[in-house]
């Protein structure tokens, strides 16, 4: 069975504060891993794809990583408006085209 | 602006109800989704629809049932037999089922 977990369930900086949120995963054949931004009482927004080992993306004060087991989203000197719970998905291939996703990170920037 | 609607942002509906909840998309995707998000855990997919015509059940299909007459629109009804409808819903879509899920603003629904 697919599983995602992210740590910490929540994670409180001070404004400036680098830190990085992690995302675990046991799946069959890794389609894709998906980075998402959920602010209170809204959709999620997409922030990155990563598809194989070793594969870097940035945004900003974002960067996602990824490795066989894992990825990492790291937040360099944030800023009180990236407070948001961020959520990990990942897809697998041949045939199963659902997401399966972590329960989320909920993150806190204090100024 | 391309993007996906969904409507009602908040709906309450009496016990033994069914309810629809709408999702538009002009994004021109083939895909659709519909997930269920309740506090402490993940998203869970309720019925996805790769096609015009064609749709599967999640994980969680029981109680719900969904169309899919045109590729810009996905409703879910949510029926009586769903034991335990208040959770925030969520559409999403996407160019095609193994490309990047976008998602809608969602829907709050709860049972009175």
């Known amino acids: 069975e697919d599983q995602v977990t992210q740590s910490p369930e929540a994670l409180r900086l001070q404004e400036g504060e680098s830190s990085s949120l992690n995302c675990s995963y046991t799946v069959s054949g890794l389609r894709g891993l998906f980075w998402y931004r959920q602010d209170p009482g809204k959709g999620p927004e997409f922030l990155f794809t990563l598809y194989s080992a070793g594969e870097e993306k940035e945004k900003e004060r974002l960067k996602a990583t990824l490795t066989k087991k894992e990825s990492f989203l790291h937040i360099t000197a944030p800023k009180p408006e990236d407070s948001a719970t961020y959520l990990c998905a990942v897809g697998v291939n041949f045939g199963n085209e659902k997401l399966t996703f972590g329960t989320g990170t909920r993150l806190t920037i204090i100024p | 602006d391309g993007g996906i609607t969904q409507s009602p942002k908040y709906l309450f509906r009496k016990e033994g109800q069914n309810v629809t909840l709408s999702c538009e998309q002009n994004?021109?995707?083939?895909?659709m989704y519909w997930y269920r998000q309740d506090p402490g855990q993940g998203l869970r997919l309720i019925y996805y629809s790769q096609i015009v015509n064609d749709f599967q059940k999640g994980d969680i299909a029981e109680g719900y049932s969904v169309s899919r007459e045109k590729k810009e629109s996905f409703p879910l009804t949510v029926t009586s037999a769903q034991k335990n409808p208040t959770a925030f819903y969520l559409c999403?879509?996407?160019?095609?089922?193994?490309?990047?899920?976008?998602f809608g603003p969602g829907t709050r629904l709860t049972v009175l």
């Open positions: 994004l021109n995707h083939d895909a």
């Open positions: 999403a879509s996407s160019k095609t089922s193994k490309d990047t899920q976008y």
